[in-house]
């Protein structure tokens, strides 16, 4: 058995491999570009370029890719051999040029308007503050993407932006502090990511699963999560071993995968890793997510991301624990003993509130997609209205704030279980709300609203430039203040008096919270139509720009982008369901019908009086429901086709929104009533019984 410190890290080009094989001005040197921002010389950077070459090749590496996160959503890679011809063979080599710069072909790519279909070029840029890797003998090498003219087409690029912006207003609010040594603060992020694992045999033999990643019809199984008896249960062999190559391969690439468990429902999985920057926290998570579903075959399952890939039970989310954390080690948004006496705490904490309150309509478009509209507002998943948890304690201390009456504190309790030989402990001063979308867990806001599917980079985007913003505010002011110590009280007590509306502590699923955040004022914006056109309001788009984060060309180009692929996303879901209701679904109910027809046909025709009345109450409701199937089926194909034919964004998906989905719901309805009554050996595909259950 291998022993996991040896290996840890071993196809990374960490601090590590850069100690053993850089000199130790080149390793200075990039450390001050990594650490301080500082410019990277064209020399180290092909000293850089020799080592890695050379460390990669003792690996068995071959090629090597610049590694990159278009707005696809996905990772992309253009592989290049490190071959180079010497006059009688071929030399392995690779030089800083092709380090610091690549040049893929940028015209197939998503971009918004960003350029001209015929304008073909885009270039990668190295990004250092993350490590390269070595995956399947290729080292890739995490890079910016940018076109021709400079605009960043990937999420990368805003997200250093963001990191940059929130680093320099938060280190000019603690030198007004006094704590002068910190030179930058670091947005630090663990998300956890959950999934589901299905057999591999039943998932191909479902063309929805296969096209979409999601199941579009599906009557509910006898036993769904009802038991609770998934959570945190045992572990079933093939998913241990899975899960066990899982973590190896995580561990080898330098991910920090410290939990993982069965979720709430049948075979819906969890895994979380420990804290690291958000940029390197962002690649981690795109590249596990490449893992899961690489690995997952091998045990002969697939590994489904989607948010809702069964209605009826959990869908899957991406929880993204969110803290800032200075050079010098300290955790801005813990509380310590104290809260109250907590003076750096309490200012951060009152910039977060007023951030997420001000720009809660960033926070809901940045987690906005087609599949997490059907996960927000159901019963595992927070709603779609941002609100904030706090937590009795730190309720407290913001009521004797906003009062101006001292805050004594309350003792943590200790926890006795009637067991002497139970140990004893300290119970927490806050319990967790897991029905609220952003709630303080301690030490971290955790965030909850992102789809299992997507990038953490674009809710960090806007976590971390909304509160680079506040901060910036609270800066301006206590800078020019006269007597500091007031205009910094007075800048909480009037943060938590204006944005108070924003922190909810009570259940978030309650239908009465709902009627309650409208009378607050609060956004409800339900579906990816609703929430995308905010991007470009003016108080959103003046924030981000002067943030230095997107450009306007850069806003205008994710709103299109992102409504496009949901209008895409819906289509392709809508010509799905259409292909299997006239292929398999219907032929697989008439044939059905025409086995009961025949069967009273044969109870007639033995000329013996025999009860036909269980295929006659059959027959007449899956005639009906054949019907309706056939006449939903033909309402979505009209609405399908007039909204293909429209070439505004905005209208198509809010079209989507309105008439399409709506259609496709109905269809649906239909088809899974005609499931339930017929004959498992008619029905042309697995059921939930057969997908949830088939992970032995």
């Known amino acids: 058995m291998m022993n996991v410190p040896d290996y840890f890290g071993s ?10 094989h850089l000199s130790k001005d080149v390793y200075k040197s990039l450390k001050k570009t990594v650490d301080q921002g500082q410019q990277l010389d064209i020399g180290v950077a092909n000293a850089v370029a020799a080592a890695m070459r050379d460390w990669a090749v003792e690996k068995g590496a071959t090629h090597f890719t610049h590694w990159f996160q278009p707005l696809t959503g996905i990772t992309a890679e253009k592989h290049d051999g490190f071959i180079a011809p010497d006059g009688s063979g071929v030399i392995m080599d690779f030089s ?107 998932f191909e033999k479902r063309p929805d699963l296969v096209f979409t990643g999601r199941t579009l019809f599906g009557a509910a199984a006898p036993k769904g999560q009802e038991l609770d008896d998934h959570y945190f249960g045992s572990i079933k062999p093939r998913v241990a071993e899975f899960m066990a190559e899982l973590n190896e391969e995580l561990w080898k690439h330098g991910v920090l995968a410290k939990t993982e468990h069965n979720e709430v429902a049948p075979a819906q999985h969890e895994l979380a890793p420990i804290y690291t920057t958000a940029n390197i926290a962002t690649d981690h998570n795109q590249l596990t997510m490449e893992l899961m579903k690489k690995i997952a075959p091998k045990h002969g399952m697939v590994c489904l991301l989607a948010e809702k890939p069964f209605a009826g039970v959990n869908g899957s989310g991406k929880h993204n624990n969110w803290s800032l954390s200075t050079d010098t080690g300290m955790n801005l948004l813990s509380p310590s003993e104290n809260p109250a006496d907590n003076e750096v705490f309490l200012l951060f904490l009152a910039a977060v509130i007023k951030a997420v309150d001000k720009y809660q309509d960033l926070l809901r478009l940045s987690v906005a997609t087609a599949g997490n509209d059907h996960r927000l507002g159901a019963n595992e998943a927070p709603p779609a209205i941002v609100s904030m948890f706090v937590g009795d304690e730190l309720e407290e201390v913001l009521k004797s704030i906003e009062s101006s009456k001292h805050y004594s504190g309350s003792a943590r309790k200790e926890m006795a279980l009637g067991v002497t030989t139970l140990p004893k402990f300290l119970r927490d001063n806050t319990d967790r709300n897991r029905t609220s979308p ?50 910094y009280h007075d800048i909480i007590k009037k943060t938590i008096k204006d944005h108070r509306r924003i ?59 992102i409504l496009d692929n949901y209008c895409k996303t819906v289509s392709i879901e809508a010509h799905t369901m259409l292909y299997m209701v006239r292929k398999d679904i219907l032929p697989a109910v008439e044939k059905y019908m025409r086995r009961l027809a025949g069967c009273m046909a044969e109870k007639k025709g033995l000329g013996i009086k025999l009860s036909t009345k269980s295929e006659e109450a059959v027959l007449k409701k899956l005639s009906k429901l054949a019907d309706s199937i056939m006449d939903s089926a033909d309402a979505l194909e009209s609405v399908s086709v007039k909204n293909a034919g429209m070439s505004d964004v905005l209208k198509r998906s809010a079209d989507i929104r309105d008439k399409v989905i709506p259609a496709m719901e109905s269809l649906r309805e239909a088809v899974d009533g005609a499931e339930l009554i017929t004959a498992k050996e008619c029905w042309p595909y697995p059921d939930y019984g057969d997908l949830l259950y088939s992970v032995k």
Do not use: H
């Open 11 to 20: 196809l990374v080009f960490d601090d590590r491999a850069m100690k053993e």
């Open 96 to 202: 800083g040029k092709e380090l610091i710069k690549g040049e893929p072909d940028a015209s197939s790519f998503p971009s918004g308007g960003l350029r001209a279909t015929f304008e073909a070029r885009g270039y990668t840029a190295w990004d250092p503050t993350s490590y390269a890797f070595i995956k399947d003998k290729t080292l890739c090498i995490p890079t910016a993407f940018c076109s021709y003219s400079g605009e960043a087409l990937d999420k990368k690029t805003p997200l250093l932006r963001s990191m940059e912006a929130v680093s320099r207003e938060s280190v000019r609010i603690l030198k007004l502090m006094g704590i002068s040594e910190v030179k930058r603060v670091v947005p630090c992020v663990g998300p956890e990511q959950e999934y589901f694992l299905i057999d591999k045999e039943v």
């Open 438 to 487: 952003f709630a303080f867990t301690g030490n971290k806001f955790e965030f909850r609203m992102v789809g299992s599917s997507d990038s953490i980079a674009c809710a960090n985007i806007m976590i971390n430039s909304a509160v680079a913003s506040v901060l910036k505010e609270f800066a301006d002011k206590l800078e020019t203040a006269g007597d500091f110590d007031k205009s």
């Open 503 to 561: 922190i909810f502590n009570g259940n978030g699923y309650d239908e009465s919270w709902v009627k309650e955040a409208e009378k607050r004022g609060l956004s409800n914006l339900r579906t990816t139509a609703d929430a995308m056109p905010r991007l470009l309001d003016k108080k959103n788009a003046d924030m981000l720009k002067a943030m230095g984060v997107f450009s306007d060309a850069e806003l205008a180009s994710r709103c299109e982008i």
